[in-house]
């Protein structure tokens, strides 16, 4: 007996070893990066950034002990703080500035009066909500809020007055948990802007999902009848936007983790009906991930598309803006804005910005550039962006969700 119990601890003791080692690996490989976006902010960057009306940058980029770096000709200052984890931005039917909080499960309005570039308060729109994220408007004979929660959709009547939601109704069930929570919406252009769009992330880094809803971008009428798929191998797509010229839907997407530090790439896609992005089977510009089921066998699909533009692997790419022409200089015009939320798991962090996609008036890629950077220090993240929000008359509004503040960028 006590000979067994002696092997025993010395079977327990290797395979304690072997764990140890296995995990330290893993650990190494795959979250040695992790700090950033799970440590808090080294400094507060509200107290970094000057006063909205001194916010000026240098005549070229910004290389100064102001922490952020923009192109010159910009300023930036801080519109509104302490929001906790803003997310989501919109506008409500009133014009005021409206931000989901889903940390919180509220959403609030950030109401200008003065114009002076700083919010007057911070005003609960709706709260006791389940992780609401995604936010629209719809004005026909009266205006409704529409609120993505992690498990449905619902609208509301809307109180312009005193920025208050009433009279909840439910419009779509949606699935609930999983590693991806978030719901995004998105209003389809005209003449099918009475077609909601809704995202629906994935349950997992990758697998085949049971539920018909995930890992897709599903559409219905505006009260949530004839839900079903419009485009499908999504992985996560949080955000959503309408192209100015050509009318169609641009979302960022976030690929699968645990290929190594440059595998497979993020990607801006053009979501078109009926088309398969590939996850989890495909990546980027359509290539087979040979980790995932490797011996599934495919055919060439037509319905299969692949990226339209491939992003940095990690980089995790959320809100995305297109740039109007009025009040912008045309170098700009219709240049597409996204934000890089920001690696957890590359050894070398990466994203933690703000990029310029320099395209064509049909959406052809051109080039690249930063176009705020300097979140990412060598003590942590300062910040890391969310959404964004662009205006006519050079106003860009950004959320950031690790430094609770919502920025306003002037040109």
Known sequence: MCEMKKYAVI???IFLLVAGAWLGYFYW????????????????????????????VPPTINETEFPLKLPAGFKISI?????????????????NIVVSIPAQGKVVALPDKNSDGVADEVVTVAEGLNSPHGLATRCTEKCEFFIAESNQVAYYDYDTKNLKTFNKRKIIDLPSGGNHITRTILFMPSPNDHKLLTSVGSTCNVCEEN??????????NADGGDLKTFASGLRNSVFMAIHPVTGKIWATEMGRDLLGDDLPPDEINIVEEDKDYGWPYFYGKDIRDAAFEPNVMFEQNPDRF????????????????????????????????VAYHGSWNRTVPTGYKIVRYKLDEQGNYLGEEDFISGWLTNEGALGRPVDILVQPGGIIYVSDDKAGVIYRITH
């Open 11 to 13: 079977f327990i003791f």
């Open 29 to 56: 490989q795959n979250l040695r990066g992790l700090g950033p976006a799970l440590k808090p902010p080294p400094e507060d960057i509200a107290k970094l950034l000057p006063p909205e009306k001194s916010a000026q």
């Open 79 to 95: 519109f509104a703080k302490g929001l906790g984890s803003p997310r989501v931005m919109t506008y409500d039917p009133a014009g």
């Open 211 to 220: 539920d018909w809803r995930r890992a897709k971008i599903l559409i219905s």
């Open 306 to 337: 692949g990226s339209h533009i491939d992003i940095p692997a990690h980089s995790s790419p959320l809100g995305l803006a297109f740039i109007p022409e009025e009040g912008w200089p045309q170098e700009y015009w219709h240049n597409l804005l």
